[in-house]
Every structure is written in C-alpha cells, then in structure tokens.
C-alpha cells in the first residue's frame, strides 16, 4: 500500500530554520511529481512548492525565496528547507505526489494529487 510519510515539524523560533522531509512506501519519489502543502488554522490548504520528475521545481511567488525543495534519490526523499520562518509559517505541513508530468499551470492545485501524507506541524513562536 502506498504510504507518504512527512517529518521534521516541530517548534522552531522567528528567524530560524527547519527542513521538513518526505518519503514513501511502493514507489520511488524520483518517478512522480512531488508537492509541499501547508494548512494553518482557520486558512485554507495552500501551495508552496513542487518538484516535477523532471527536476523543475516550482514556488509559490510568495514563499520564494524562503522556502527551497530539493530531492535526493538514493534516499527516496524530498526535502522543504525553510529558513527565515515567520509566525505566519506555522502550519501543518503536507507532501503529495503524481504520477505523469504534471503541468506548470496545474503543480497549485490539490486535486492534481493522488496521494498524500499526514502530515508534519511546524510551529513558529518565541
């Protein structure tokens, strides 16, 4: 059974940094296109990153520059380094992933996504 697992959340102080990190189960995340959601309370799930099989990488314009998604393959892994966080980052963090190639007008858009994780929370404060 396929199984995307996020970790790395925990409660980090404004300024500092925290990589979260993603990985499954039944498949290799090299093949698919992989994306970072994040859901603070009351908001709605929102984009910020994607990493297409092909290596492009995608950012929400607003997190550009903060935020950075990476891949390293022969742990199956996909990484979001955040630095510089903000009480605004604290959210719980998601990872999705599809197969195909997905289309740069589409990586924003939950539903493109057939699987997803549970789940990491990330808590900014002082």
């Known amino acids: 059974q396929v199984q995307i697992v996020e970790s790395g959340g925990g409660s980090v102080q404004p300024g500092g940094s925290l990589t979260l990190s993603c990985t499954a189960s039944?498949?290799?995340?090299?093949?698919?296109?992989v994306g970072w959601f994040r859901q603070a309370p009351g908001k709605e799930r929102e984009a910020i990153s994607c990493?297409?099989?092909?290596?492009?990488?995608f950012y929400t314009d607003s997190l550009k520059g903060r935020f950075t998604i990476s891949r390293d393959n022969a742990k199956n892994t996909i990484y979001l380094q955040m630095d510089g966080v903000e009480p605004e980052d604290t959210a719980l963090y998601y990872c999705?992933?599809?197969?195909?190639?997905?289309?740069?007008?589409?990586?924003?858009?939950?539903?493109?996504?057939?699987?997803w994780g549970q789940g990491t929370q990330v808590t900014v404060s002082s």
């Open positions: 990493i297409r099989r092909d290596g492009r990488r």
């Open positions: 999705a992933a599809v197969a195909g190639l997905i289309r740069e007008e589409k990586w924003q858009i939950e539903y493109e996504y057939d699987w």
């Open positions: 039944e498949f290799n995340l090299d093949e698919y296109n």
